[in-house]
T-cell receptor
Framework: AQTVTQSQPEMSVQEAETVTLSCTYDTSENNYYLFWYKQPPSRQMILVIRQEAYKQQNATENRFSVNFQKAAKSFSLKISDSQLGDTAMYFCAFMKHGGNAGGTSYGKLTFGQGTILTVHP | GAVVSQHPSWVICKSGTSVKIECRSLDFQATTMFWYRQFPKQSLMLMATSNEGSKATYEQGVEKDKFLINHASLTLSTLTVTSAHPEDSSFYIC??????????FGPGTRLTVL
């Protein structure tokens, strides 16, 4: 079974500054995906970024980037130029690669505990 | 992007009644959908996997007779909370798989049982 750990229950940052959210995971799988999701006060889950484990290059999406360290099983999220709209709960998630529709692990996400990020003006 | 809707967005019911929550994939077909439960400031807890045309697969500890799931079509899954009690009050979220590595979440349903 996989586990995902986010050790920072809450973080805060000033607008325009940079913040890094931590995530570690444990798995015996070699092929998998890692995700960061954002849940703003509306509670709508939004995909922030996705990383394929077989890709060594760190994924980036505009102001969001990850530091993926496969050997260390670490997957941190860096938010640059923080904006007020980044205030949300952030979840790190793990998904085993592949599988068939109807299979027991198909598309199944394992979430971390979440980190509440507050961006201050 | 793909859109998943949930209905209702919030519901209040009396203890002992049943409540049905719908999850629809609006612009794609989803053979697999998931149902989650979330308490305030906590993570999403997977309740069950809903597969079109077959029985749902429930996670350990989830009462299948209390949380009935029906995935009758490729765009609709329903969660029925039977004989609801105050402890069932929570935020329920569904998601639908577009591609195996890409799923989209509904906006959630807040259930309050009085």
């Amino acid at each position: 079974a996989q586990t995902v750990t986010q050790s920072q229950p809450e973080m805060s940052v000033q607008e325009a500054e940079t913040v890094t959210l931590s995530c570690t995971y444990d798995t015996s799988e070699n092929n998998y995906y890692l995700f960061w999701y954002k849940q703003p006060p509306s509670r709508q889950m939004i995909l922030v970024i996705r990383q394929e484990a077989y890709k060594q290059q760190n994924a980036t999406e505009n102001r969001f980037s990850v530091n993926f360290q496969k050997a260390a099983k670490s997957f941190s999220l860096k938010i640059s130029d923080s904006q007020l709209g980044d205030t949300a709960m952030y979840f790190c998630a793990f998904m085993k690669h592949g599988g068939n529709a109807g299979g027991t692990s198909y598309g199944k996400l394992t979430f971390g505990q979440g980190t509440i990020l507050t961006v201050h003006p | 992007g793909a859109v998943v809707s949930q209905h209702p967005s919030w519901v209040i019911c009396k203890s002992g009644t049943s409540v049905k929550i719908e999850c629809r994939s609006l612009d794609f077909q989803a053979t697999t959908m998931f149902w989650y439960r979330q308490f305030p400031k906590q993570s999403l807890m997977l309740m069950a996997t809903s597969n079109e045309g077959s029985k749902a697969t429930y996670e350990q500890g989830v009462e299948k007779d209390k949380f009935l799931i029906n995935h009758a079509s490729l765009t609709l899954s329903t969660l029925t909370v039977t004989s609801a009690h105050p402890e069932d009050s929570s935020f329920y979220i569904c998601s639908a798989i577009l591609l195996w590595y890409e799923q989209f979440f509904g906006p959630g349903t807040r259930l309050t049982v009085l």
